[in-house]
């Protein structure tokens, strides 16, 4: 069984950092992307960052702000978010794509969501 812990959610004024971590544990045999997501009420949920081994990448709304780093060895995705605004407010989601072994294919899994809140 698989799981993704996240944490580093919060409160923040405008113009402040968070670091939200998602690490990965339970029977992993290969870790491919992972990334990190973002829902507010009523909308979609949209991709903030992603890590992968063909590189990062980035939504538009976040570039030069938000940078996205993992460590393999600890199976964890950080998200450090500077400079945040009122509109980064929402739940953030972490993602990853997981095989269980090496004749399964990966399956995307997520983690519960942490709350980013961003106001005066």
């Known amino acids: 069984q698989v799981q993704l812990a996240e944490s580093g959610g919060g409160s923040v004024q405008p113009g402040g950092s968070l670091r939200l971590t998602c690490a990965a544990s339970?029977?992993?045999?290969?870790?491919?992307?992972m990334g990190w997501y973002r829902q507010t009420p009523g909308r979609q949920r949209e991709l903030v960052a992603v890590s992968s081994n063909a590189g990062t990448s980035y939504a538009d709304s976040v570039k030069g702000r938000f940078k996205i780093t993992r460590d393999n060895a600890k199976k964890t995705v950080y998200l450090q978010m500077d400079g945040l605004k009122p509109e980064d407010t929402a739940v953030y989601y972490c993602?990853?794509?997981?095989?269980?072994?090496?004749?399964?294919?990966?399956?995307?899994?997520w983690g519960q969501g942490t709350q980013v809140t961003v106001s005066s």
């Open positions: 993602n990853a794509d997981i095989a269980l072994s090496d004749y399964e294919p990966p399956l995307e899994y």
């Open positions: 339970g029977n992993i045999f290969s870790l491919y992307a």
